[in-house]
């Protein structure tokens, strides 16, 4: 069954778009790490709060994905501009619009 996350980072103040530009300039290789859905949103009435939600073909696969130098890279230059708070909840993915079935398989 396929690996889901949806987690939320509170930025510090005027720092939400940078911390956005970073979480989407990793995602040209997401897709050979294993990811299969990578989303980023933002609410309208918080301007601190960023969610990302995410599907993986396994939980290796996203655990593996964040040893990548790229990765890490972009997690080290954005620690700064966050404040520490984080949610994560993880998720066995059943389906969905967006996923084919393949997609939901086990690896």
Known sequence: MTYGCTTS??????????VVA????????????GCDLYL??????????IWVTEAWRTKGHHD????????????????????????????SVVGGLGLRSSETASD
């Open 40 to 49: 980023v949103g933002l609410s309208a009435d918080d301007d601190v709060t």
């Open 64 to 91: 593996a994905s964040l040893e990548l130098p790229e990765a890490k890279a972009a997690i080290a230059k954005a620690m700064p501009m966050l404040t520490g708070e984080f949610t994560k909840q993880e998720v």
């Open 9 to 18: 980072m509170k930025t510090r103040p005027g720092c939400r778009d940078e």
């Open 22 to 33: 970073l979480l989407l300039s990793a995602v040209d290789g997401l897709r050979d790490a």
